[in-house]
């Protein structure tokens, strides 16, 4: 069982940048691929970004287009937390934000995520 809460949503101006934290529990966090994912009002929940460990120091990393060059996402398998930091936001970003752990290999499928964190808002204003 793994338990995840995020933090550091809140309200920015276009073109801000915020970093959102997700702690996890658990003893295996290392082990599982976690992913970030967000869903506007009325839209459905939409893949963001995924990373999984992959051996030695290194990590993979793969983002939605929209996203791809603003967003980074890390984790600190050490601290079991998982980051992204959200540059040059645009209001199109406004929603509210999931981290996600899967036992499976990094994916981008909602589906196949099974761990979920109860969300945190951005909100980003033009």
């Known amino acids: 069982q793994v338990q995840l809460v995020e933090s550091g949503g809140g309200l920015v101006q276009a073109g801000g940048s915020v970093r959102l934290s997700c702690a996890a529990s658990?003893?295996?966090?290392?082990?599982?691929?976690m992913g970030w994912f967000r869903q506007a009002p009325g839209k459905e929940r939409e893949f963001v970004a995924t990373?999984?460990?992959?051996?030695?120091?290194?990590?993979?990393?793969d983002y939605t287009d929209s996203v791809k060059g603003r967003f980074t996402i890390s984790r600190d398998d050490a601290k079991n937390t998982l980051y992204l930091q959200m540059n040059s936001m645009k209001p199109e970003d406004t929603a509210v934000y999931y981290c996600a752990a899967s036992r499976l290999s990094s994916t981008r499928v909602t589906s196949e995520y099974d761990y979920w964190g109860q969300g945190t808002q951005v909100t980003v204003a033009s």
């Open positions: 658990g003893r295996t966090f290392a082990s599982y691929a």
């Open positions: 990373t999984r460990w992959i051996g030695g120091n290194t990590y993979s990393a």
